[in-house]
T-cell receptor
Framework: DQQVKQNSPSLSVQEGRISILNCDYT??????FLWYKKYPAEGPTFLIS?????DKNEDGRFTVFLNKSAKHLSLHIVPSQPGDSAVYFC????????????FGAGTRLFVKA | KAGVTQTPRYLIKTRGQQVTLSCSPI?????VSWYQQTPGQGLQFLFE???????NKGNFPGRFSGRQFSNSRSEMNVSTLELGDSALYLC???????????FGQGTRLTVV
């Protein structure tokens, strides 16, 4: 049962344009959502998060949007840079007496110079 | 502040053997989670420990086990290794609820 889904395995974008990565979830108990970035042979690094009480959170070039009714979130990167090329994981967590964070399968972003 | 440290970084084992992986969390973090990453499968949740107690468990067979010590360091053990256990095993520590988890660099396990 894949509770967090990233349906696009890869995305290719031109440098300077917007990258939009999408994520859907099924469990309405999730109340905190995160995006991580991962380079090969390294552990994921935290990028940005959003609480379920918000619908938008912005940090520099990165903005996360949350649509609770659709159980959908997206990460926007503007402008995209070649250094953004990596695998992006969407994650969701619910504090049900423990910190169980569920990750999606990841989307590989290629930013072309 | 030191990050999450996982040892060893690389490991090659034979089918049927067992293996123990180690994780030292960020100082002060009491929650440690373990994940398995295989190509195309994302990060699959194995289990989470907090103050030496397992609080959450993913859908993995009983061959996968773990423990946490009083200093919050954690170990993961896989017995009777199978070829399909070849993966990157990641450990993450967290300080508080609804905050980000910090990951180690992982242990790359290859079963031959």
């Amino acid at each position: 049962d894949q509770q967090v889904k990233q349906n696009s395995p890869s995305l290719s974008v031109q440098e300077g344009r917007i990258s939009i990565l999408n994520c859907d979830y099924t469990n309405s108990m999730f109340d905190y959502f995160l995006w991580y970035k991962k380079y090969p042979a390294e552990g994921p690094t935290f990028l940005i998060s959003i609480s379920s009480i918000k619908d938008k959170n912005e940090d520099g070039r990165f903005t996360v949007f949350l649509n609770k009714s659709a159980k959908h979130l997206s990460l926007h990167i503007v402008p995209s840079q070649p250094g953004d090329s990596a695998v992006y994981f969407c994650a969701a967590s619910a504090d049900t007496g423990g910190f169980k964070t569920i990750f999606g399968a990841g989307t590989r972003l290629f930013v072309k110079a | 502040k030191a990050g999450v440290t996982q040892t060893p970084r690389y490991l090659i084992k034979t089918r049927g053997q067992q293996v123990t992986l180690s994780c030292s969390p960020i100082s002060g973090h009491r929650s440690v989670s373990w994940y398995q990453q295989t190509p195309g499968q994302g990060l699959q949740f194995l289990f989470e420990y907090f103050s030496e107690t397992q609080r959450n468990k993913g859908n993995f067979p009983g061959r996968f086990s773990g423990r946490q010590f009083s200093n919050s360091r954690s170990e993961m053990n896989v017995s009777t290794l199978e070829l399909g256990d070849s993966a990157l095993y990641l450990c993450a520590s967290r300080g508080h609820a609804n905050t980000e988890a910090f990951f180690g660099q992982g242990t790359r396990l290859t079963v031959v």
